[in-house]
């Protein structure tokens, strides 16, 4: 089994920052690509930042500049670095991961919980 473990979110003021972290545990043979989802009420889901294994990352418009993605691959931890939060970052946040459990049978994604992020002005 793999779980995908977040935590880091909460209520801060626009302007303000925080950072939210992802571990994976359980059986992993290896993490292809890391990142963050989101979704706001009455929104359909929406990718927000991915990394690869190689540490190539891709983020998105709404994002760029204030965000950062990073990992940690001897902790198979993902990490997001929100700053200069708006309102309309108001979500519930989503780690997701691309993970082969043995080195065959190929790779597949998994999310964790979510953890609420409440940005007000």
């Known amino acids: 089994q793999v779980q995908l473990v977040e935590s880091g979110g909460g209520l801060v003021q626009a302007g303000g920052s925080l950072r939210l972290s992802c571990a994976a545990s359980?059986?992993?043979?290896?993490?292809?690509?890391m990142g963050w989802y989101r979704q706001a009420p009455g929104k359909q889901r929406e990718l927000v930042a991915v990394i690869t294994s190689g540490g190539n990352t891709n983020y998105a418009d709404s994002v760029k500049g204030r965000y950062t993605v990073s990992r940690d691959n001897a902790k198979n931890t993902v990490y997001l670095q929100m700053n200069s939060l708006k309102p309309e970052d108001t979500a519930v946040y989503y780690c997701n991961a691309d993970i082969a459990r043995r080195w065959f049978g190929g790779a597949h994604a998994y999310w964790g919980q979510g953890t609420q992020v409440t940005v007000s002005s």
């Open positions: 359980g059986t992993i043979f290896s993490i292809n690509d």
